[in-house]
């Protein structure tokens, strides 16, 4: 007897097809939600609901907390001055309450950074199709699950539905090699993939990072590599479950238990792309040569590594690109040619959905420890949630950072977008390890250089970019 | 939101790339109603000084530009984070569409659910016009949905794809909850054999 052929498919499409749900005559799939994470931002899509009488059909499946507009010098809600922003947090209590969504409040231990929370707290798993009213919704796609950014008619159409319309994106895989190196971390590796594909290079793309790397690499670390995937312009990133992905799932509070959680390990090890299965686009990198990098410009595809010199654009390949260059290096407030460690900086930001992770707190202390946030520098740590924070402060970290001279504050998004009023002054320059350094993303008139905790942790110390592995040397 | 048909207007040019959702809407003005007239932050930084005076460098200040109805942009126009007021601002303003080489993938999807028409054509094509009307402000582009097509004054022709519902929808003004709804059985089905 010939076994039925099946053709090799990719994790993307596997997922994609067990959500699929029907097709439309135009090619769009509409796909069934498993998980729809809601932030202090979703107050218009409940608006929109309202105004079209309808109700969340599965509230059940939905998820809120408060990270954009929550205070983090308190936990005071009454705080915050501008009664706009007050009015968002309180939004999104009162309109879950109603829908019998839960929701962790600043009250609640559970309570952070969405895409920092919903990992955490096991909501996110292998297999799911999961979106949320925010781009870095990409993060989720570390645990094997295609997770996307939708706007706010979406995040109504879901609530409604517990549906929405994609059509299919094509899907790019980034082959993995080599190990970091000491001092180098996945935030460096991800803005070395944009740096070498470009802010649009995965547009219309899910990105799969696989390869012999991947192993090597933590949960945490895939967490900031798919966070980022959107950088790239991508729909989605995504790992393939492995020994990894189950060992940082299990136990946790949603997460399955008992015989539910060995039939969920079972379904979720089929969750690989098979072998020849095609993909549209495929690029590799090597870990071994990379090295800390940071932004110089306003893409997060302007990084290089940190001893390199901010380009000049007279060597720009066409006109378009020199006056890009030059729309940033002046916005940025930089020389042609300036040694990259010879920018002094104001500010530094440790958190956000990117790195603000107990291991991203764990790299940054290892370097703080010992030393002082440099003369002049006003240096942040905002961990990515509240449970994040406890577990940091029960390893003692809080210690390290407030002896340095870092404050050490209360999670949410913070510095990151500045929507809930923490801004970095105009002109300032902040060694920052979100994920956006954009004209005006910290407030208007602000600097922004992308780069690793770690890399942060030495500019604080060191008052300009610094290269870590030397302070790592140093010991 | 208004049907779409065709159009006929002056275009604004942003000759730049990568230009994201927070310079297109800076993310401050997140936290006003949808009521609000997003217009009157589209480009904000860009738009205006610290001071609150205009800035008269930027190409919407520019009297020729004012009443500008489509954006003609540069690679990956509306990147980065996912605000549909992004949208809101430009279809506020009076803009109904964008015209681009690439965009980002969640503004594009924003944008067909609000009116706003985001058409995409080759690089050097949407550089041409660019510079048409770089050296002619004012110079007015017609854009047809039924024909997907783009034409400046005194050249050629330019087709361009978009999903057949999609191009339904903003030439109906239809949405596309209302439509979801009427397959509830069918998502009603799906979820009775979902585990």
Redesign the interface.
Same mark, same amino acid.
């Given at each position: 007897m010939i076994a039925p052929v099946t053709p090799a498919r990719t994790l993307f499409e596997k997922i994609w097809q067990q959500h699929a749900i029907f097709v439309r005559e135009d090619g769009q799939t509409l796909l069934y939600v498993d998980r729809h994470f809601l932030q202090d931002g979703s107050a218009p899509a409940f608006e929109l609901l309202r105004q079209r009488k309808l109700e969340p059909r599965v509230p059940h499946r939905a998820f809120a907390t408060p990270d954009h507009y929550v205070p983090t010098h308190s936990r005071d809600l009454g705080s915050l001055r501008d009664p706009e922003k007050r009015a968002m947090a309180e939004a999104l209590r009162k309109d879950t309450e109603a829908a019998g969504i839960p929701f962790f409040g600043l009250d609640d231990a559970r309570q952070g950074i969405v895409h920092v929370v919903a990992p955490e707290q096991g909501l996110s798993q292998p297999g799911m199709l999961i979106v949320c009213g925010d781009s870095h919704t990409s993060t989720h796609g570390a645990l094997g699950a295609i997770a996307f950014g939708i706007g706010t008619t979406e995040v109504a159409h879901v609530l409604a539905t517990q549906t929405l319309w994609q059509r299919k994106p094509k899907t790019l895989r980034v082959l993995l090699q080599g190990a970091l190196r000491e001092g180098v971390s996945a935030k460096d590796l991800i803005l070395a993939i944009i740096a070498k594909i470009g802010a649009a290079g995965a547009a219309g793309h899910v990105i799969e990072y696989a390869g012999p790397a991947i192993a090597s690499l933590s949960m945490e670390a895939r967490l900031t590599i798919c966070n980022m995937t959107i950088e790239a312009g991508g729909r989605a990133g995504m790992v393939a479950p492995d020994s990894t992905t189950f060992a940082y799932v299990q136990g946790r509070p949603f997460a399955p238990h008992g015989v539910a959680w060995d039939r969920a390990v079972e379904r979720w090890t089929a969750l690989v792309s098979d072998p020849g299965a095609a993909f549209d686009k495929e690029v590799a990198l090597d870990l071994s040569g990379i090295a800390p990098m940071v932004t110089w410009g306003n893409s997060p595809e302007d990084a290089l590594p940190i001893t390199a010199r901010v380009p000049d654009p007279a060597t720009a390949e066409n006109t378009e690109r020199r006056e890009a260059m030059l729309r940033a290096i002046r916005y940025m407030g930089l020389e042609p040619g300036m040694a990259l460690t010879d920018v002094k900086i104001d500010r530094a930001f440790i958190g956000s959905c990117t790195n603000g992770r107990l291991e991203d707190l764990q790299t940054a202390a290892a370097v703080v420890g010992g030393r002082k946030v440099a003369a002049g520098v006003e240096a942040w740590v905002v961990p990515g949630s509240t449970a994040v924070k406890h577990e940091a402060e029960a390893r003692g970290l809080d210690r390290v950072f407030k002896e340095a001279g870092f404050q050490w504050r209360e999670a949410g998004c913070s510095l990151c977008l500045g929507t809930n009023g923490d801004l970095v002054a105009p002109g300032m320059r902040c060694a920052s390890s979100t994920n956006r350094n954009f004209v005006g993303r910290q407030g208007p008139g602000s600097r922004t250089h992308l780069m690793s905790p770690a890399m942060v942790a030495a500019a604080a110390v060191s008052g300009r970019l610094a290269d870590v592995r030397r302070l790592l040397e140093n010991g | 939101m208004e049907p779409f048909t065709s159009l006929r207007a002056g275009a604004l040019p942003i %000759?730049?790339?990568?230009f =994201?959702t #927070?310079?297109i809407l800076? %993310? !401050?003005f997140?936290? @006003?109603? +949808?009521a609000q007239n997003f217009g009157e932050f589209l480009f904000r =930084?860009l738009r205006y000084r *610290?001071d609150g005076s205009e800035n008269p460098d930027f190409v919407l200040n520019q009297p020729a530009y004012r009443g500008a109805r489509i954006v003609l942009a &540069? /690679?990956?126009f509306g990147?980065? *984070?996912? !605000? &549909?007021?992004a949208?809101w601002a430009l279809y506020d303003y009076g803009i109904r569409a964008v015209i681009a080489p690439?965009m980002? #993938? $969640?503004f594009m *999807?924003?944008a067909a @659910?609000?009116g706003l028409l985001t058409v995409v054509l080759p690089e050097e094509v949407v550089a041409r016009m660019i510079e048409a009307v770089l050296a002619r402000p004012g110079l007015e582009i017609t854009v047809e949905l039924e024909t997907q097509s783009v034409t400046l004054p005194g050249s050629a022709s330019h087709r361009f794809e978009i =999903?057949?519902? !999609?191009k339904r929808c903003l030439m109906s003004g239809l949405d /596309?909850?209302a439509y979801?709804?009427t397959?509830?059985d +069918? $998502?009603e089905a799906? &979820?009775r054999d979902?585990s």
């Open positions: - | %000759a730049q790339p990568n =994201d #927070d310079q800076p %993310a !401050r997140l936290q @006003k109603p +949808r =930084d *610290s &540069e /690679e990956n990147c980065g *984070s996912s !605000r &549909e007021h949208v690439s980002g #993938d $969640i *999807s924003n @659910k609000n =999903d057949a519902y !999609r /596309e909850l979801t709804l397959l509830l +069918r $998502i799906f &979820e979902y």
